[in-house]
């Protein structure tokens, strides 16, 4: 089994860390050439989502990887990966992979200096240390979209089938559980499509 982390722009390096904690097999995809290669999971790193939104399409690689999403592949948005992932941006025109049906605001928490920690429960995973950094959450989380964690009443964490979505940076704690949980997605999935 093999993960993809998009590493054109972002904290992809620090999703990297995780998955070498977690033993898992993983490559960046950085150009067209690295879609070529079999993967049975994607992670969408925080960063600048404008930024790679723009980097996805002028680097060929938006439609393959929307595709893959459709079709089923197990995907993790953090932070601005879940404003990728977001089907609407209640403060933005734009709409990127438009593939869960969710309505997030972007930068809800305000400013770099408005960041946070708190340890909150997540559906399926148990209590965890969850970092904010200029912050999403979801305003509304559509039909079939489970809700999987609050922080004082926000939206900050939604599963749809095979995509997850997270407001928060999991990757810049020390804590590998929502990592192990993606993983297990993937064998799941990966399961189901060899029967």
Known sequence: MRIAVLAVQGAFAEHENMLSLLGADFFEIRQKKD??????????????STVMGKLLQELDLFDTLQAKIKEGLP?????????LLAEKLSNDENVYFGTLPVTVRRNAYGRQLSSFYVEEEVTGIGTIPMAFIRAPYVERAGEGTEIIARVDGNIVGVRYGNQLGISFHPEVTSCTKLHQYFLEMCRLAKNCAAR
Request: net charge negative; glycine share 22%.
């Open 75 to 83: 995907v993790l948005g953090t932070c601005a990966g879940l404003i």
């Open 35 to 48: 879609l070529e290669q079999q993967f049975d999971g994607l992670i969408l790193p925080g960063g600048e």
